[in-house]
């Protein structure tokens, strides 16, 4: 008798010392998080270092909901540190970020309960050789280059543990600043709903060219809606199921950006096309396309143009 009340004391005990511990760092992490916007400064020269760029920082908020600590910023700002030229890299109006601990400690990562972010735009800029970059900054060609190995099972953890969160992203842009034409692909919204049992995908692009004459675009230069199923080995034998839908006038403005008019000119090209595919154990298991062209019409570039123009045009495709 004596010893089972010794040991329930000691329970008790460990109990006690375990909700001390516990509301001791709930009340750490509520004032470190309360004077989160003191460092402002210096999250805006640590990013400044890493992206080469000038960085400005509107507002930083931390706060805490029970035990989940949450992260807001509004209005980044990322420009080249070139001088007397600012040209816009990254524009971020607000994120909002959540962690959710205890979905985080059932399942061994980081689990956000809310991810939501507004008002992105990211820039590039084409260089000579047709590639893309940030003038004044190499953050671009780091994140792209091809000459450092890829962590197949690091970049499958990552993968992974992405699909396990709920992301919002709502009026998200990227700017092509090509060397004769400027493109905005924009996103009103992109979600990404993920739990243990699988994920779901889904978004649209709609497509601005900047020219001086009027282009008449869809609404919707691209859609795809994605479910994703973790296999027993997780990604390495997922299921999957894709949909996504693509008008090819918009493609078409797209690949000029990008540089094809200098293999080949595309004078003409419309209709749309549409692809299924489905993947069964980490492999692709079906894969149909369906493919409408009107009308195609493709010449040579001005710079290859020798003699008598030769213009490939295909109709009812």
């Known amino acids: 008798m004596a010893s089972a009340r010794g040991t329930l004391r000691w329970t008790l005990?460990?109990?006690?010392?375990?909700?001390?511990?516990?509301?001791?760092?709930?009340?750490?992490?509520?004032?470190?998080?309360?004077?989160?916007?003191?460092?402002?400064?210096?999250?805006?020269?640590?990013?400044?270092?890493?992206?080469s760029a000038e960085v400005a920082l509107g507002a930083l908020?931390?706060?805490?909901?029970?035990?989940?600590?949450?992260l807001s910023l509004s209005d980044l700002r990322v420009t080249s540190a070139l001088p007397g030229d600012e040209l816009a890299l990254l524009d971020i109006e607000e994120a909002d970020f959540r962690l959710d601990v205890a979905a985080s400690v059932a399942q061994?990562?980081?689990?956000?309960?809310?991810?939501?972010?507004?008002?992105?735009?990211?820039?590039?800029?084409?260089?000579?050789?047709?590639?893309?970059?940030?003038?004044?900054s190499d953050a671009i060609e780091t994140?792209?280059?091809?000459?450092?190995?890829?962590?197949?099972?690091?970049?499958?953890?990552?993968t992974a543990g992405l699909l396990r969160q709920r992301l919002w992203g709502d009026d998200l842009r990227l700017v092509l600043h090509g060397r004769q034409r400027t493109l905005k692909l924009q996103v009103p919204r992109l979600l990404i709903s993920g739990e243990e049992r699988g994920a779901h995908l889904e978004g649209s692009v709609k497509l601005v060219e900047e020219s001086t004459a009027p282009v008449d675009r869809p609404d919707s230069a691209f859609q795809v809606v994605m479910d994703v199923l973790p296999g027993e080995h997780g990604l390495s034998d997922f299921g999957a199921a894709l949909q996504a839908d693509m008008d090819l006038a918009s493609l078409a403005a797209v690949l000029r950006v990008l540089g094809l008019e200098e293999v080949v000119q595309l004078d003409d090209?419309?209709?749309?096309?549409?692809?299924?595919?489905?993947?069964?154990?980490?492999?692709?298991?079906?894969?149909?396309?369906?493919?409408?062209?009107?009308?195609?019409?493709?010449?040579?570039?001005?710079?290859?143009?020798?003699?008598?123009?030769?213009?490939?045009?295909?109709?009812?495709?």
Do not use: C, I, N
């Open 269 to 317: 090209l419309s209709g749309s096309t549409r692809l299924w595919a489905r993947w069964t154990a980490g492999r692709l298991e079906d894969m149909r396309l369906d493919l409408e062209v009107p009308r195609l019409a493709l010449s040579q570039p001005p710079t290859q143009r020798s003699g008598r123009d030769r213009t490939l045009v295909l109709e009812q495709a």
């Open 13 to 51: 005990t460990l109990l006690a010392l375990v909700l001390a511990m516990t509301a001791l760092l709930v009340s750490a992490a509520r004032l470190t998080l309360g004077q989160v916007e003191h460092l402002e400064p210096r999250l805006e020269a640590l990013l400044a270092e890493r992206l």
């Open 143 to 158: 994140l792209f280059s091809t000459e450092k190995e890829v962590d197949l099972a690091r970049l499958d953890a990552w």
């Open 61 to 70: 908020h931390g706060d805490m909901q029970g035990l989940d600590p949450g």
């Open 108 to 136: 061994g990562l980081p689990v956000l309960s809310q991810a939501r972010v507004s008002g992105v735009t990211l820039h590039l800029y084409q260089a000579e050789d047709l590639s893309w970059y940030w003038p004044g």
